[in-house]
């Protein structure tokens, strides 16, 4: 199942509005990253197309399983039938995606926060941007995974810890102390 992370946003709302998509394989690898400038639209109908355009790439490349996250709480309940869409600049966009829907198998959708929506985040900015006219600033890259070092390799195959002799005191007598003797350690 791949998954689509999907923004949207307008600056002003209304003002300068644009979409961004991020979509994943089952293993974590970028799909595709779309980048949508609407021009003057409000926040809600950015989140919608941005939406829209992550069910339209599945259908188009043949991904009939998607689950979608989004930080729109909104429009995932909305979808989800939770909520009512009452205003009616969103029925229609909201009736594109449900037909979306009827062409794909299963489709879930997840409200994420907005730290885990970041690349999408960054996609959307990018196309708001481009709608006011202003050069794209480069989006957030997906974080790439740290290599994996076993702990094997960056143990020491032996270590030498000597001690410095402490001296013994002028009068050796009861309770004096004998120098300290050297610690070997072999981890082999």
């Not at 609407?38 to 950015?46: C, I, R, Y």
């Not at 989800?80 to 449900?98: N, S, T």
């Not at 994420?112 to 900015?125: C, I, M, T, Y």
């Not at 006219?133 to 997906?142: I, L, V």
């Amino acid at each position: 199942m791949i998954t689509a992370y999907t923004d949207g946003g307008a600056r002003g709302n209304p003002g300068p509005a644009g979409y961004g998509v991020h979509i994943l394989d089952a293993d974590g690898n970028t799909l595709a990253e779309l980048v949508g400038p609407l021009g003057h639209a409000t926040n809600n109908v950015a989140e919608y197309s941005g939406l829209i355009a992550a069910l339209q790439w599945a259908h188009d490349h043949g991904h009939p399983r998607m689950r979608v996250r989004m930080d729109s709480e909104l429009v995932i309940k909305q979808m989800r039938g939770e909520y009512k869409v009452k205003h009616a600049g969103l029925q229609a966009l909201h009736a594109d995606a449900r037909r979306l829907l009827t062409r794909l198998d299963r489709v879930t959708f997840e409200h994420v926060r907005r730290e885990q929506n970041k690349v999408a985040d960054g996609l959307s900015n990018m196309a708001m941007d481009i709608a006011e006219g202003k050069p794209p600033a480069p989006a957030p890259q997906a974080p790439v995974p740290a290599p994996v070092v076993e702990a094997a390799l960056l143990a020491p195959r032996a270590i030498s810890i000597p001690r410095p002799p402490v001296p013994a005191p002028a009068h050796a007598g009861k309770g004096a102390r004998a120098s300290a003797p050297r610690f070997d350690f072999d981890l082999e």
